[in-house]
């Protein structure tokens, strides 16, 4: 479809930047039109850069124009067309001496009705990627939308009521002022033209009854249809928008609850319309009894009452408060920016700009909102045309003490003002928790989390005052949500279930079981010193990190209990791995288990120490499961983890994350050499500090005993040296670098003593050490602590 064609198709919005496009006379709207199959045929890009060649599309363009001006005449299209193609043409003719500006004038015009289309084009896609409702709230929609157009046709109905009473009555006002002004005598005629004039009167009065019942009727429904408007579909909206706030996959999107409300305001305001009408009526021609008289007051009413609760109902809040940068919305950091959205749901273009929205913080509390704190309602900061009040450039500082648990809200107002009515509107944001520091954002975000997952009244600001438990169906789905919000994969049941396990203990049912807040996010988890939902939470920013493709691939069974990995290892051929997270570690922590079997056949599994995020930041998981060795009895060195549980070849699930170079050429190889290959003998297991169990009690491990260590010389053979532990270390303290050099021809009288020489002048802690025969010339303090966390140390 040509480009052309394709603009005109667009919804208003984008018809509107087409039109302020065209607002000038540079390139005129009139010529695009009638000359787009020509124009988007010809190469401008190479007409801006060429003279020949633009004056070549020049004159074409000047002689489509006469062959238009022609058509114009010969269909016998109006003077006008016809005067505005001449003149098009001379405007034209200044180019003469310079086609080439005239081209790129005509591209500059064809790249920015791209761009409106590729706008377009994107809302449309962002539109198709809204979740699906579920079949019954479609349901549901598909007969208020029935109902709705029903109101609205019994409305359209009305009007044409109003058109033959104003008739009728017009009817019968001429009659009447005919008789009055014949003065006849002839009584029979008299009576006969009263006769007359009272049969027309009671027909009057009899359609003025009958529209005043339809107006009534009209109410009732629009009544029904505002209960459900307000108290169910604002409802559930509002709870999805609560729901999507923590995570859950929810719609929020307002276009078709807008839809509903703009045509409910439509009809009230009509009916109220034909209140007036009859109002007017009734000042021309009223009699005794008259219906309008005594019925309009109660009806009009009822019209207001109807309009203030749906406008009022209306006013919500789009979006709701979050940090470009924050955990999730509702979580705002004192001197930070935010954003917040407000949309009026009754879609008036005579609206638009004229209400102004004002914003406030906890009216009663120390809070000062910074920056914009006035804005006008308008549609061109909706994607789809909504009236909204995009609040971007807000800046809160906060006076007082900091608690992650007391609750604030944002409030907004405005007035609407139309057809003689005046409605003040007012709305708020969620509950939002504000802190001073991003140390405290993990614990308010628990908060937000646990109120908008129990708590449906948004108004509620003493809700931790005597907070719920939550069953464990509300949680386990809400923990599933923060997974499947930040990598796209949620827990599936068997994660779940481990999980439950570590909450309550083994039950044959957990649907029962219940969790305090502070169980969640107060109390330590036994036999560590950090809360569940920080041991989760760390666990989930190390995935979201660090892991978030293997763990969207499957890759990562994750939450698992050591007595289940050894049910699902032991039955496994040799070299069977499963990769699960750590229980022990605060902040997130992973690690892998396989299965081998002893010479009798018994199956032994192996696990090693967890990897933290500071550990995943300089290597890739992927590629230390592709590069872990341990050595075996016979100092053969071997990668003992052969396929992913339950059968999948290690190649075949990781290869495509690998990095092109291997071994020694691996990027990561110094890295893996220095700080993974510390190893084991026999059943000795060790990753990049000795063995290591998750908890205190994992079996089948043994202690460790002995060590080998893979010397830097050796690294490329892949050789070991055995060696016992050190029991001591000397430090040598030195700004000299031949002194710290020559720390590897010492030989201390004590063959169990580590010579470690610390250069001072460097930042990290460099050093090296001499150790039976062995020597490293570049290391870190550090990583001696780490591998020998015990070992004495003698400064000199």
Known sequence: MAQWEKLRQLDNLYLKQVDELYDKDAFPMDVRHYLASWIEGQDWERAGREHDFAMVLFQSLLENLDIQHSRFVQEGESFLLQHNIRRFKQNFQQYQENPYTL???ILWFLRKEKSILQNAELAEQVQLLQVQQDPMETDSQRNLERRMAELKNKVQGMDHTVKCLEEQQDEFDFKFQTHNMEGTTNEEHKTQQLKMLQTLLNRLDTSRKSMLSGIGALLDMAEELLCVLVREELVHWQRRQQKACIGAPDNTCLDQLEKWFTTEAECLFQVRKFLKKLEELMGKVSYERDP????????????DSLLTSLLKSAFVVETQPSMPQGKGPLVLRTNVQFSVKTRFLVKFPELNHAMKVNVSINRYRLFNVLGTKTKALNMAESMSG????????????WIGCYVTEELHLIHFDTEFVLHDMTVSLETSSLPVVIISN???QQSAWASVLWF????????????FANSPVATWPQLREMLSWQFLSSTKRGLDTKQLEMIAFKLFGLQQNYDACTVSWSKFNKENVPKTHFTFWVWFDGILVMVKAHLEN???????????SKGKEKALLKKKKRGTFLIRFSESIKDGGITFSWVDYSPTGEPDIRTVQPFTKVDLAQIPFHEIIRNFQILEAG?????????????TPKQEAFGKYYSEKSGVDSPYF?????????????NILEAKSPVYSDVTDVEGLETMNHMEVLSEEAAGESQRLPVKPPIRAVLLFSHQTAVLQSVSHMTPTDTRCMVIAVNCTSVAGLCSFSYNGMFEPTASLWSYQTLFPKLPLICH
């Open 103 to 105: 081209a790129n004038i």
């Open 292 to 303: 309008v008289k005594s019925q309009k007051p109660a009806l009009l009413k009822r019209v």
């Open 386 to 397: 909504g009236m909204v009040a995009d609040f971007r450039h807000l800046v809160k500082r």
């Open 438 to 440: 991003s140390s405290q």
């Open 452 to 463: 908008n997952m129990l708590c449906t009244e948004s108004r509620n600001l003493i809700f």
């Open 550 to 560: 293997l763990w969207r691939d499957g890759s990562i069974m994750g939450f698992v």
């Open 635 to 647: 100092n053969v060195p071997e990668n003992p983890l052969l396929f992913l549980y339950p059968d």
């Open 670 to 682: 110094k890295y893996i050499k220095t700080k993974l290959i510390v190893v084991s003998k026999e």
